[in-house]
């Protein structure tokens, strides 16, 4: 198991990639708020790319959350806590990618759905992960955390992984 912890991977590239595409697609969207309608094949461009770094990203953020549970496992916390704030950061920032997403593809995510369930849903479901993690941080309870990591956070950052590769094939024919 020590093998696989000191395989973490470095997500900073990815996110700096992904930061910088969705970026591009928040600006898109505060442009059209101004009531500037910009909504052109290079946002949609924009999105469809920020979806397909979306994917590595997540892929890459799930791995992080699964080695910080495995450094709480294994009383590491010191290791654990460097990743804890950068996921929470993380995830934070991919809650407001996502709503980028959302408006430039002009979707409405409480009529998507995934595996039977409203895209909405799933973004309740990730914001209640993130305030029960900052409460297990808080509350120094390692085991908890552990769990959350595990079995909640990791699954949702997944069937987020999938929830995009869904929303790039649809956006083909854009």
Sequence with gaps: MLNSLMNIPDIRHGK?????LFTAVEETIRQREGGVEILDNSSVKYAKKALVEGQKYLALLRVLVLTTADFLRCDDELQANVHI????LGVEWFLKAIHAVEGVLVLDFSTLTFEDKALDHFIE???QIVMDMQAAHEKNNGTFLQDILEYELAPQLESWRQIFAMLEQ????S
């Design 16 to 20: 700096q990639e992904a930061y910088d």
């Design 85 to 88: 704030v950068e996921m929470l």
């Design 125 to 127: 479901d990730l914001h």
């Design 170 to 173: 649809n956006a083909g024919g």
